[in-house]
């Protein structure tokens, strides 16, 4: 019977140690200057059994540590996920900025303008509302010098011209808009024509002026007549003949011209300040 008394008590004296070794971390941690002294005074006394309280302690000196240093490791990894997210946010608009540049010098070198000074603008909306489909807003206006009348064109070619221009912004008809009527000029023979935009298709047509005699191939590139009375200048890219097809009743050729710029993707333009003669 003898050793199983000796072991009950080693399990409550144990017990005792324990609860005895949280308490004594607790009040130590509170900073009480009572443990500063005791420490001291009874360092040299207790060497003998530091490593049994040590080891009996440990766990609960773990325990106590991480619930005491949990809120700094939360704000620390707070910090870190915020340092993170400003080097993501940084690194997109980096990308941004390059992808601007790109395309700001991309749309500066029209090799169809021969002196003509431009302005360049930024597309700041779509369809300028439900009831104009072929109208977008760029967010230059007056202030700039630009004036209603004035081409609108990418390096790629034609996009339309200023129909309203106000202090900031001016919008834009494009050349899809089925009142949109410039004349134009067939680059290989140079005969001249009528054409209008498409509407909904998305292209333009020349309906007036191609006689039926005159050979037309589909790949025709088609520019801005430029003649004395145009509301354009000269030599602007409007787009390339996609197909013909022949009126014998008229005894004209009707031609659909697929647009060299893309309507549907601009973001960047250049107004040319040009008016078109009174």
Do not use: C, H
């Amino acid at each position: 019977m003898r050793p199983v008394a000796t072991r009950r008590r080693s399990r409550y004296l144990l017990v005792v140690l324990s609860l005895v070794a949280v308490t004594l971390i607790a009040l130590d941690a509170g900073g009480f200057p009572v443990f500063s002294g005791a420490r001291s005074v009874a360092g040299d006394s207790a060497a003998p059994f530091q490593g049994v309280v040590d080891t009996v302690t440990a766990p609960f000196r773990n325990a106590w540590n991480g619930v005491t240093g949990y809120d700094d490791l939360v704000a620390e990894n707070q910090q870190l996920r915020d340092r993170i997210g400003e080097l993501e946010s940084g690194a997109v608009l980096e990308q941004s900025a390059r992808e601007q540049l790109r395309r700001l010098n991309e749309q500066l070198e029209l090799g169809y303008v021969d002196g003509i000074p431009t302005q360049v603008a930024r597309v700041s909306s779509g369809s300028y509302s439900n009831f104009a489909d072929y109208r977008i807003e760029i967010d230059r206006g007056s202030s700039s010098g630009l004036a209603v009348g004035m081409p609108v064109v990418t390096r790629s070619g034609l996009v339309g011209r200023l129909e309203r221009v106000g202090s900031t912004t001016s919008v834009v008809q494009l050349a899809t808009d089925p009142d949109f009527v410039i004349g134009v000029r067939l680059a290989s023979t140079q005969d001249l024509g009528v054409g209008r935009g498409a509407g909904a298709r998305g292209t333009f047509v020349v309906d007036r002026g191609i006689d039926l005699d005159d050979a037309v191939r589909t790949g025709e590139a088609v520019l801005t007549s430029g003649l004395s009375t145009s509301i354009m200048p000269p030599d602007i890219p409007v787009g390339i003949v996609r197909s013909v097809d022949p009126n014998p009743t008229t005894r004209e050729q009707r031609l659909e011209v697929t647009l060299s710029a893309e309507l549907t993707k601009l973001d960047v333009v250049q107004v040319l300040e040009w008016e078109p003669p009174s």
